[in-house]
């Protein structure tokens, strides 16, 4: 089975700007959670869709949002990007998304903002 | 508020060497730990789950413990290569609540 994919896989973009990040979980897989990584705040949690519908968000602000299409493939987007947005968004995705399940992630879109 | 600790923050270790990796956790009512490895620039590699009804996970020379009436977990890694080089991070999943990782540890193994 292929893994869990990310595209892009680095994006720079500019202050104010927006961006929209894809995740393609493995096949079969329903659930998709997204992550920021910074090397100060280490991850943290953006959200989780489960059947196209937002189950779990993070304490981000609304400037992050997202969606899963019926195909459980899921999209994050950032408007008016800030320089403290620049970190590596990782996705990950499980079967059903239950505690029992070991998380699969993608190799990341790393987004630098100037 | 769920937190995960992982000490220490860096390791440095000869090559053979067995070596402990700790975590701990603060929420009693745990799911399941999960550790995981993360090279530089890169996703995070899923290495061993282990569930709240289990007291240990084991794969290859990883082997991975749980005590969740002290809040720990420890990734016990025997006769290290230079190719375990790399973070590694353990998150916990309690309830409904997304997994929250630990800041990692960062291991390196001198050939």
């Known amino acids: 089975k292929a893994g869990v994919t990310q595209t892009p896989r680095y994006l720079i973009k500019t202050r104010g700007q927006q961006v929209t990040l894809s995740c393609s979980p493995i096949s079969g897989h329903r659930s998709v959670s997204w992550y920021q990584q910074t090397p100060g705040q280490g991850l943290q949690f953006l959200f989780e869709y489960f059947s196209e519908t937002q189950r779990n968000k993070g304490n981000f602000p609304g400037r992050f949002s997202g969606r899963q299409f019926s195909n459980s493939r899921s999209e994050m987007n950032v408007s008016t990007l800030e320089l403290g947005d620049s970190a590596l968004y990782l996705c990950?995705?499980?079967?059903?998304?239950?505690?029992?399940?070991?998380?699969?992630f993608g190799p990341g879109t790393r987004l630098l903002v100037l | 508020k769920q937190e995960v600790t992982q000490i220490p923050a860096a390791l440095s270790v000869p090559e053979g060497e067995n070596l402990v990796l700790n975590c701990s956790f603060t929420d009693s009512a745990i799911y399941n730990l999960q550790w995981f490895r993360q090279d530089p620039g890169k996703g995070l590699t899923s290495l061993l789950l282990i569930q709240s009804s289990q007291r240990e996970q084991t794969s290859g020379r990883l082997n991975a413990s749980l005590d969740k009436s002290s809040g720990r977990s420890t990734l016990y890694i025997a006769a290290s290569q230079p190719g375990d080089s790399a973070t590694y991070l353990c998150?916990?999943?309690?309830?409904?609540?997304?997994?929250?990782f630990g800041k990692g540890t960062r291991l390196s193994v001198i050939a």
């Open positions: 990950a995705s499980t079967p059903l998304g239950t505690g029992q399940e070991t998380q699969y």
């Open positions: 998150a916990e999943l309690s309830g409904n609540t997304p997994l929250v």
